[in-house]
């Protein structure tokens, strides 16, 4: 099993709880990424970590995301206060750095979000 | 920041016919364009991916062209099979060996019909 890992695949909370999502990258793979689709959308960029710093965080839509990386491994996305229109898949993705980097972005299957 | 546009947003065609879905970007600094495929409940998967070096790639039955000038480019499948059937994304991004973030479009699904 070498491919990126998600978990959970589904969760469903009420408006207003606190939620975690956690993705396992490929090993190897120092960066990882975090997006959100919308039902018949495409991926949304939210949070680059290159390593265990966020590189790029111009994605995430206000302060009640937060993304970690402590160890430059396993992320954990994290969303307080949560709101309807957080419902959605959140995906994640690691690629290869440096010069073995060919651009590939390697997705996991998403943590379906389910907001009631 | 970069914006990607997509059409058609669904495309239904014959086994054996082709498909063609065209994208357009507003970054004309980008200059890494993958397309991905998403099967109905798995993460998008890599397909093939043009450089702004480069016109055309083709990978067996599918192919890309890229028109810089235009900020433009398509995805062609030809002999198109049932298992082409998925939702079809292109992409942009400033950067292959460096960093930069990829900006998906909205998405096209394909339907081959038997």
């Known amino acids: 099993g070498a491919g990126v890992s998600q978990t959970p695949s589904n969760k469903v909370t009420e408006k207003g709880k606190y939620v975690e999502l956690r993705c396992d990258p490929i090993?190897?793979?120092?960066?990882l990424y975090w997006y959100r689709q919308s039902l018949g959308q495409g991926p949304e960029f939210l949070i680059y970590?290159?390593?265990?710093?966020?590189?790029?965080d111009s994605g995430l839509p206000n302060d009640r995301f937060f993304a970690v990386r402590p160890e430059g491994s396993v992320s954990t996305l994290k969303i307080q206060r949560t709101e309807r229109g957080d419902s959605a898949v959140y995906l994640c993705?690691?690629?290869?750095?440096?010069?073995?980097?060919?651009?590939?972005?390697?997705f996991g299957e998403g943590s379906r979000l389910t907001v009631l | 920041g970069e914006n990607v546009e997509q059409h058609p947003s669904t495309l239904s065609v014959q086994e054996g016919d082709s498909a063609v879905i065209k994208c357009t970007y507003s970054?004309?600094?980008?200059?890494?364009f993958p397309w991905y495929k998403q099967e109905l409940g798995k993460g998008p998967q890599l397909i093939i991916d043009?450089?702004?070096?480069?016109g055309e790639k083709k990978d067996q039955r599918i192919a890309v062209t890229l028109n810089k000038t235009a900020k433009h480019f398509s995805l062609h499948i030809t002999e198109t099979q049932p298992e082409d059937s998925a939702v079809y994304f292109c992409?942009?991004?400033?950067?292959?060996?460096?960093?930069?973030?990829?900006?998906f479009g909205p998405g096209t699904s394909l339907s081959v019909i038997p």
């Open positions: 993705a690691s690629s290869r750095s440096g010069a073995s980097n060919t651009g590939e972005l390697f």
């Open positions: 090993s190897g793979h120092t960066a």
């Open positions: 970590f290159q390593g265990t710093g966020a590189a790029d």
């Open positions: 970054d004309s600094a980008s200059n890494y």
């Open positions: 043009i450089r702004s070096n480069v």
């Open positions: 992409a942009a991004s400033k950067g292959r060996t460096s960093y930069d973030k990829v900006i």
